[in-house]
């Protein structure tokens, strides 16, 4: 069984055909062959909106006129047999994995150098890849413009060399066509995809240019329509977007004003708790300081009656050598006025026979006025240490 390479053309004109066409490839309205559970489209080179891609490329190489019902791109349409794509493990709906992928990348990559070596990256302005149909296939917009010399214009740009659009260029006629087509074909020998059959002469069927003009024209409007409300829809979903963007700015800024108001009173919190500690602290250090002064000032006083006692120790222990030192003084005059009383007559006369019982009793009672002196200063000692 043969498997083929399959490549067409389609010429696309500006407005509303090229932005169907721009939806079409880029899956943005609804087509009915299409399958949902397949892999998403594959952009190539791009966005996904292809119209624009065209109008960016035209707008790089500074083509302005476009004439009109004039031809803007050409779509061109790039497969394989879908037997050929069943060979290689290919499924609909299903995501392809291991050698099936591998084998996906590299046609997928030489559709992309051929697109390249043929027109040149700087006209290509759109490619993409489909595998939600029949069998994976790329679609791929052009535009067909040619850096020339115009000799039709005239005025101050006259003869003046410039990318103008030209599709003819691009497409040329039906002998040239089967050298584009055989040409592809043998590029994609290398995957064993070989060039379809011609059909023969006088068996392509061609609709009437009206009829075909009138399909077209309410293609168009009906494409046209269905563009109108997705950019409704999609109006609709940018300020819903804008709503829910506005509402979760404001939320976010509740709650980061939460956030700082919480912080703000936890910080307050932590300063006065730091104070609360450090009044505490410093109640605690000047206790401490007045119990330490008040021991101090206790050491003191112990210190001042230990030395008093000391002193006092002192004056009693001088009392008690001044009072050895006077009753041995007073021994020799006892014992001298003794004997001078029982000696002297004279003297026994003049004081009468209570003389000798005279000076004991003086000599006692002065004896005994120094034993209570004594007495005094040693009670005095201890009621201070008591």
Known sequence: MKAFAIIRHQKIKAGR?????????????????????????????????????VTNVMDRLGIAKVRKNGNVAVEVFLGASPEWWASQGWRPGVMPMGDTLAVIQAWKAEQLAYLEARFG??????????Q???????????VPAQFRRDGREKGPDAGRAAWRLSTEKVLPGPSAMKSIVTAYADRMGAFGLVRGQDRPA??????????????????????????????DVTQ???????????????????????????????????????????????????????????HRRAADMVHAVEEERASLRKLRDRLDGMIAQVEKMLEPIRDYASKWLHASPLVRQAIGAKGPEAVKIAASEHARE?????????????????
């Open 17 to 53: 055909h090229l932005v169907a066409t721009g939806l079409h490839n880029a899956r943005g309205i609804q087509t009915p062959n299409a399958d949902k559970s397949a892999p998403p489209v594959e952009i190539m080179v791009g966005t996904n909106k292809p119209w624009r891609d």
């Open 132 to 142: 939600d149909e029949a069998s994976p296939h790329v679609h791929a917009l052009i």
């Open 202 to 231: 006088g068996t392509t069927q061609h609709k009437p240019l009206k009829q075909w003009q009138e399909e077209q024209a309410f293609l168009s409007e009906k494409l046209g329509s269905e563009f109108m409300r997705q950019i």
């Open 236 to 294: 609709q979903a940018t300020v819903e977007a804008e709503r829910i963007r506005r509402e979760a700015h404001d939320y976010a800024a509740k709650v980061k004003a939460m956030a700082d108001k919480e912080a703000r009173e936890a910080r307050e919190l932590v300063v006065m708790r730091e104070e609360i500690l450090r009044r505490k602290e410093d109640a605690t250090n000047a206790a401490r300081l007045e119990v330490q002064a008040e």
């Open 121 to 130: 990256k700087h006209l290509i302005a759109s490619v993409v890849l489909h």
């Open 370 to 386: 120094l034993e209570a002196m004594k007495a005094f200063l040693s009670n005095r000692g201890r009621g201070s240490r008591g």
